[in-house]
């Protein structure tokens, strides 16, 4: 997928002024994410936490996703889509449904209505897994490395997803 984080930080910013320019570096820091939790009178996860202070989620848009609502501050998005939380926290939202973060595991899950059915799968075992996922199918979409199916296969193995159809489904 990607070398290292840094690979990953520099295809994010790369993207995003592609996609939506002008990119801001991220501007979050410790004291910002202790105001969100005290706010949502919740805990993030650590490797959620750790890429919120890496990269600026405002309007970021991978795949059919949107992290936020297109309208600019994604931790505003975070605190109105959040108003009862138990254990999973709304993140972002697109193709493959809402997606949301366990508190507790912090294992990243999507869900969808099908039909008049709930639909939740397992998308990764982890923030950075899905992330980095997420964005190396955005990559591998643009740059062509193997098929769009081969590639959400990889994914869904690498990350400890329950479903690639969902990955798939989510760049179409």
């Known amino acids: 997928m ?3 984080s ?3 930080i520099t295809f994010i910013r790369d993207f995003s002024n592609l996609a939506n320019p002008p990119y801001k570096e991220p501007y ?3 004291g910002i994410l202790d105001n969100l939790e005290r706010k949502l009178g919740k805990t ?3 490797v959620f936490r ?3 202070l890496l990269c600026n989620f405002d309007n970021l848009q991978l795949g059919t996703t949107m992290f936020g609502d297109g309208k600019g501050d994604f931790l505003d998005y975070v605190l109105a889509s959040n108003t009862d939380i ?3 926290l709304k993140i972002a939202s697109g193709e493959m449904g809402g997606i949301f973060i366990s508190l507790k595991s912090g294992a990243v ?6 039909g008049e059915a709930i639909i939740q799968t397992k998308l990764a075992a982890n923030f950075e897994g899905f992330f980095k996922g997420y964005a190396y199918l955005q990559k591998n979409g643009l740059e062509k490395i193997i098929s769009l199916e081969e590639a959400a296969m990889a994914v869904a ?3 400890g997803s329950d479903n690639y159809q969902v990955w798939l489904h989510s760049m179409n």
């Open 2 to 4: 990607f070398e290292s």
């Open 6 to 8: 840094q690979d990953l």
């Open 28 to 30: 979050l820091d410790e």
């Open 44 to 46: 993030l996860p650590l």
């Open 50 to 52: 750790k890429w919120l």
């Open 86 to 88: 138990r254990e999973h």
């Open 109 to 114: 899950w999507s869900q969808y209505l099908d």
């Open 157 to 159: 193995k690498k990350v």
